[in-house]
């Protein structure tokens, strides 16, 4: 729900757009191994009723990518998936989450 809220047609915090529900119902959850940019292992993935991204302005930062698709996206200090990391054991998203906290905290210093 939050890559869809901040998306251009809803509070236009994220220059994307995107398409709801685009991977199928609830009933058609699954997971997938997506390529996580900068890294050789990939990032598992579980999509539940998950968006798709249709566009990415030029500024927004591709991190991972299924099937050649962006479905992990950074623009400027605010970071949206398609996916749900907080469901595998894998900590990669949100260690990139707490750098841009950081980052953010520094810049204010």
């Given at each position: 729900a939050g890559m869809i809220v901040l998306d251009r047609d809803h509070l236009g915090l994220?220059?994307?757009s995107v398409?709801?529900?685009a991977y199928g119902r609830q009933v058609a959850s699954f997971e997938a191994d997506l390529r996580?940019?900068?890294e050789d292992e990939p990032l598992r993935g579980v999509f539940i009723r998950a968006p798709r991204v249709?566009?990415?302005g030029e500024d927004v930062e591709v991190l991972a990518e299924r099937d050649g698709e962006?479905?992990?996206v950074r623009d400027g200090g605010i970071l949206v998936a398609s996916?749900?990391?907080?469901?595998t054991d894998d900590t990669r998203v949100h260690e990139l989450f707490l750098n841009a906290v950081r980052e953010?905290?520094?810049v204010r210093a």
């Open positions: 994220v220059d994307l398409e709801r529900n996580l940019a900068g249709r566009e990415t962006p479905v992990l996916f749900h990391p907080e469901l953010a905290m520094s």
